[in-house]
């Protein structure tokens, strides 16, 4: 079994959404001892943010890319084969401002590449990759699970469906800047479901 697990958190290992991370995948590896584990922290390792040249490299082609170009086009690939070659991806996702991370974002749109993990047809857009399970590991100071204000959930729903990936399944750990109490109930009851969920 191969995990990807993606950490989005800019505390890294310190933030709520990496420690319940490190919880699933301890609760994989217990269930499936030889399992490997390929981890990108985004926090460490980030990944640029889209710009004209980068852009531009997606859309040449091939044998008219200059070195640069194909540069940040394989870099792209590796980042699609990591999914590729993933059984199971774990996604530790914090909230911020009501959005998602912007180096997840960042690693978004490397991933979301026309004619290679999705592709427009006359029904519209179809998924290009294989389906596969997905745990996402959502961490928020308040709470907003099941409201409007969660523009999150139904983003990451999205982006995942639209290249083909819809075994998509969220544990939540809200209201964790409501108090230490909130706080440490709403992780031990996301532990909880991990658990129960692996």
Known sequence: MNILVIKSS??????????LVN???????????QATVRVRDLSTDPIPHLDGN???????????????????DAFSLALIDEIKAADHIVLGLPMYNFGIPSQLKS?????????????????????????????????????????????????????????GITDVEFVFAEGLNMGDDVKEKALAVARSELLAST
């Open 23 to 33: 919880a699933q995948v301890d609760a994989l590896k217990a269930k499936h001892p």
């Open 10 to 19: 800019v505390f890294g290992d310190n933030g709520n959404s990496s420690a």
């Open 107 to 163: 690693w978004i749109d490397h991933v979301a590449r026309a004619g290679i993990t999705f592709r427009y047809t006359e029904k519209g857009p179809q998924g290009l990759l294989e389906n596969k399970p997905v745990t996402v590991l959502a961490a928020r100071g308040g709470i907003y699970a099941g409201t409007s204000n969660d523009t999150v959930t139904p983003y990451i729903k999205l982006f995942f469906g639209f290249i």
């Open 54 to 72: 980068r852009v531009s490299a997606f859309f040449t082609s091939a044998t008219q890319r200059t070195d640069e170009q194909q540069a940040i």
